[in-house]
């Protein structure tokens, strides 16, 4: 992420805020790309804003596509809604949580910057077969990581009630539900992706497109529409039934620790304790059906009996 930053510091913020700014105040340390205010700053809202404009990009796209010009396959009138309004909220949670969650993701990128992280921009450090190997690292520690955080934000009553019970308002969810939580519950949930790099080595290109493709995934996750023909993928259709029954799935992209933990639930199951209600109404419905029955051939009879008799 430090590549984003200085790149974006020095070709956008220091002639548009910078320059200005030492023009207008003659004050000089601002032209130091490392004076800490003007890092601290450039790293604040390069992050805010590359957050908002590929949400909004991204859970638009998602939007229209799943929402509107394919609503009538994907969420037609039979199928469960979201409840009016409720894109315009998710919106505006995600845009005053975006912020917040730029000043606490802040002291990673310091770090990165200031050459404590495990990133490298040379393709010669390493083998080009690290790579892949990379990528799988990232990706398995960073769902391992967010299983734990998540399940925890639930099994704690308090960060379940103050932290993460905000993104549970939205049963069903729509793409911009994506960034929709309180801030402290999106950047808990996003600490894994910036602790990776200071375990192992990564590739800065290969850490910025992890991100990219980690924002596009969590969009995805929370359109609805599944695609992935795996149950082991922790797919939208696994992450819809964690939103309206809270306690399963609670993976980013497998469904490994879901199942060695006991809380997966597959898209086309419902809970033990759903299943059972439904046994007991079942059952219940037959034995009245059964009864009705009985009664109805008895009142027969002996309707039968008192014609004959009457004859």
């Not at 037609?76 to 909220?89: C, D, H, I, S, V």
């Not at 992935?228 to 029954?245: E, K, M, V, Y």
């Not at 620790?257 to 086309?268: A, I, Q």
């Not at 299943?275 to 109404?281: A, G, H, I, S, V």
Request: charged share 15%; hydrophobic share 45%; glycine share 4%.
């Amino acid at each position: 992420m430090d590549i984003v930053v200085l790149l974006g510091d020095e070709y956008l913020l220091r002639p548009l805020l910078y320059e200005p700014l030492i023009e207008l105040t003659g004050f000089t340390p601002l032209a130091d790309q490392l004076y800490f205010p003007r890092l601290a700053f450039s790293t604040w809202l390069l992050l805010t804003l590359g957050a908002i404009v590929m949400y909004l990009i991204t859970s638009t796209i998602s939007y229209l596509i799943f929402f509107v010009w394919l609503r009538d396959k994907y969420y037609p009138e039979t199928a469960e809604q979201p409840f009016p309004g409720q894109e315009k909220l998710e919106i505006q949670m995600a845009l005053w949580s975006c912020p917040w969650i730029g000043v606490l993701t802040a002291p990673f990128v310091f770090l990165e910057v200031w050459g404590y992280s495990r990133l490298y921009e040379n393709l010669s450090d390493y083998p080009l077969w690290y790579i892949p190997v990379q990528i799988i690292l990232f990706i398995f520690f960073t769902d391992t990581g967010i299983y734990w955080i998540h399940r925890l934000e639930h099994d704690i009553p308090f960060l379940y009630k103050y932290v993460h019970k905000p993104h549970h308002i939205w049963k069903v969810p729509t793409p911009f539900a994506a960034l929709a939580f309180h801030p402290v519950d999106g950047w808990l949930q996003s600490t894994p992706y910036h602790i990776a790099v200071f375990l192992f080595p990564v590739h800065k290109h290969v850490y910025l497109g992890l991100f990219v493709f980690v924002q596009l995934w969590t969009i995805m996750i929370h359109d609805g529409v599944d695609f992935s023909p795996f149950d082991f993928i922790n797919g939208s259709a696994h992450h819809t039934h964690h939103h309206l029954r809270f306690v399963y799935n609670y993976g980013q992209f497998f469904t490994f620790w879901d199942r060695l933990c006991g809380t997966h639930l597959h898209p086309n199951d419902l809970p033990p304790l759903e299943k059972k209600r439904l046994e007991k109404q079942r059952q219940l419905a037959a034995e009245q059906a059964k009864s009705s029955a009985v009664a109805s051939g008895e009142a027969t009879t002996t309707a039968a009996a008192a014609a004959k008799k009457s004859n």
